[in-house]
Structures are given as C-alpha cells and as structure tokens.
C-alpha cells in the first residue's frame, strides 16, 4: 500500500492507527503492518525542494499543502483542518466527505505536477 498526502507523517498516519485501535478495526499487529509498513509519500517533504528560489522558506522544513498549491499555480485552496471538527459536531458529514474528496484531488495533483516537473527538468 502506498500513502499519500501533504504532512500525513505527522498526524493522518498517527491519528487513523490510533482510531483503528480504539475501533478495535483489526488486530494491533495487522493496524502496525497497514499503517506504520506502508510505503509513505509525504508531499509536504518531497515539495521541500520547489522553493530553493526562495532562501527564506527553503530550509529543509515539510511545505504546506497551499504553499504547494500556490508554488505549483493550482486553482485551489485548502482550509484549516480545524473546521472539519465544527462540521463533525454540527453533524455535516457530507460536507466533510466533500472536504476529503477535494483534498484528495489537491493530493493527486500535486504529486502528478512534481512527478512530471522532475521528468520534465522542471524542477
């Protein structure tokens, strides 16, 4: 399985192991191979590079996703993961599955532009 997302290492990978557990999803070892033995990209790491231009965000620290987005001309905005807990506890749930399928392509995109400006001798 390969994970990716911007800043996953952090707090996705962590957070969804922590809950699976908790949900009793599978055995401790089965939740340890899914999530901790799976090949992860973290965007915010591999996008580290896309700003040596500029010497005040380059130092090797994990990018945001709209540092990406912005870096890579995308037509999107991420908002903070903070309202996905107001929308939880007002009970949108199709609002935080519209948040996440959004997130999702802003994910694909980025990798897609990365992948194909390092093939490209953009980047």
Do not use: C
Not at 28 to 33: D, H, Q, S
Not at 76 to 90: A, F, H, N
Not at 101 to 116: C, G, K, L, R
Request: proline content about 4%; cysteine-free.
């Amino acid at each position: 399985m390969i994970l990716v997302g911007t800043w996953i290492l952090r707090l996705d990978v962590p957070t969804f192991h922590v809950r699976s557990a908790l949900h009793r999803i599978d055995t401790g070892a089965v939740l340890y191979e899914t999530y901790f033995k799976s090949k992860i990209v973290d965007l915010g790491n591999v996008g580290i590079p896309l700003f040596r231009n500029n010497p005040t965000i380059y130092p090797l620290y994990p990018k945001t996703t709209n540092a990406l987005i912005s870096r890579l001309k995308m037509q999107s905005r991420k908002t903070s993961g903070k309202s996905v807990w107001e929308l939880y506890e007002s009970g949108q749930f199709d609002a935080i599955k519209e948040r996440t399928a959004s997130e999702i392509e802003d994910a694909i995109e980025i990798a897609s532009s990365i992948a194909s400006g390092i093939v490209s001798g953009k980047f």
